[in-house]
C-alpha cells in the first residue's frame, strides 16, 4: 500500500483514507500533525478528505469541466498532474489572509484597552466609596452620642455634654468593644490572687473551645468586677484581640439554645443609664 500523494509505502496505522476519492494518505502529506492525527476518532477519520477532494468544484449541466488537481493526480476532463505546489497553494486559500488577522488583533487589543480603562473607573469609585463610608461611620457616631446626651431631650440622669466628654465617650465605646462580660462564670473558691486569675482562665478557654473553637486563642486577659459576695460570682470581664471576635462570641453565645453563658458587651455608663431609661419608659407604657 502506498501513499496517494508521495507514493511511499504507507502503515495502516499511520495512515487517513479519503472519503471522496479512496486513496490512504500518510497524515504528514495529509498534511497533519502527528498530534491532531492521534486524537482523530473513527467517525471523523471515515469523513475526512484530502485537499483535492475539498477544492475539487462540480460542474452544472452545461458548463465546460474544469480541471481541478486532486491528491491522486486524476483530473477530471483534461489531463494534468498537480504539484506539491499547487496542493500548497489550494491550502494556503483556505487561510485568513495578513490583513484579517490583523483586524482581529486590533480589535482584540481594542477590547481590553476599554475594559482595563473601565476596571481603573470602577476602582477610583470603590476607593471614593470607601472614604465616604468611613466618614459617614465617623459622623454617624458623633451624632448618636449627641442625640443621647442632647439637653433638648429631657431624661432623668441625661446631662448636656461637651464636644471633649463626647470624645471622651467615643473612646470609652472604642476600647470596650473589645470586651464581653460574662455575669453567672462560677468564681473559684480562693483568694484573690494570680492563682485565681489563672484558674478563671483555663476554665473560661474550655468553655471557649465549646462554644466555638478558635475563640480561646484569641483571649487577651481576663479579670473580674468589683467586690466578692457569698454565693453570687463577680462579673467575669474578657478582653478580645479585637471587637470583630468579641461580637464573634456573642452571636455564637446566643445562637445557643439555651446560651452558654448570661453574656453582653462591656457597656459604658452612659449606654447603661440610656438603657435603663429606656426599660422603665417601656415598663410604664405597658402599665399603662
Not at 432623668?156 to 464636644?163: P, R, V
Not at 460574662?182 to 494570680?194: G, N, R, Y
Not at 475563640?215 to 479585637?242: E, M, W
Amino acid at each position: 500500500m502506498e501513499c496517494g500523494h508521495c507514493k511511499n509505502s504507507l502503515l495502516p496505522e499511520d495512515s487517513l483514507c479519503c472519503a471522496g476519492c479512496s486513496l490512504q494518505f500518510h497524515f504528514q502529506c495529509a498534511p497533519m500533525s502527528e498530534i491532531n492525527f492521534r486524537k482523530l476518532s473513527k467517525a471523523n477519520k471515515s469523513n475526512w478528505k484530502c485537499v483535492g477532494c475539498k477544492n475539487r468544484t462540480l460542474p452544472k449541466d452545461g458548463d465546460k469541466v474544469t480541471t481541478v488537481p486532486s491528491a491522486s493526480g486524476v483530473v477530471s476532463g483534461t489531463s494534468g498532474s498537480p504539484t506539491t505546489m499547487d496542493d500548497l497553494k489550494a491550502l494556503i486559500i483556505n487561510l485568513p489572509s495578513r490583513a484579517e488577522i490583523k483586524d482581529l488583533v486590533q480589535g482584540i487589543d481594542a477590547k481590553i484597552d476599554t475594559c482595563l480603562a473601565k476596571y481603573e473607573e470602577l476602582e477610583a469609585k470603590v476607593d471614593q466609596l470607601k472614604v465616604e463610608m468611613e466618614e459617614l461611620k465617623g459622623h454617624n457616631l458623633v451624632d448618636r452620642v449627641a442625640k443621647l446626651e442632647s439637653p433638648s431631650e429631657p431624661r432623668s440622669g441625661s446631662s448636656s455634654l461637651t464636644m471633649e466628654a463626647q470624645l471622651a465617650e467615643m473612646e470609652d465605646r472604642r476600647r470596650r468593644s473589645f470586651n464581653v462580660m460574662i455575669f453567672d462564670f462560677p468564681e473559684p473558691q480562693m483568694p484573690a490572687s494570680v492563682r485565681a486569675i489563672e484558674d478563671d482562665l483555663a476554665r473560661l478557654k474550655k468553655s471557649l473551645d465549646d462554644l466555638q473553637p478558635g475563640l480561646a486563642n484569641l483571649v487577651q486577659h481576663v479579670s473580674r468586677i468589683g467586690n466578692s459576695t457569698p454565693g453570687k460570682p463577680r462579673p467575669l470581664k474578657i478582653v478580645f484581640d479585637s471587637p470583630s471576635t468579641a461580637s464573634r462570641a456573642l452571636v455564637a453565645n446566643r445562637s445557643r439554645n439555651p446560651p452558654l453563658f448570661s453574656a453582653s458587651s462591656d457597656k459604658t455608663p452612659a449606654q447603661r443609664a440610656y438603657l435603663t431609661e429606656l426599660r422603665k419608659l417601656l415598663k410604664d407604657r405597658i402599665d399603662r
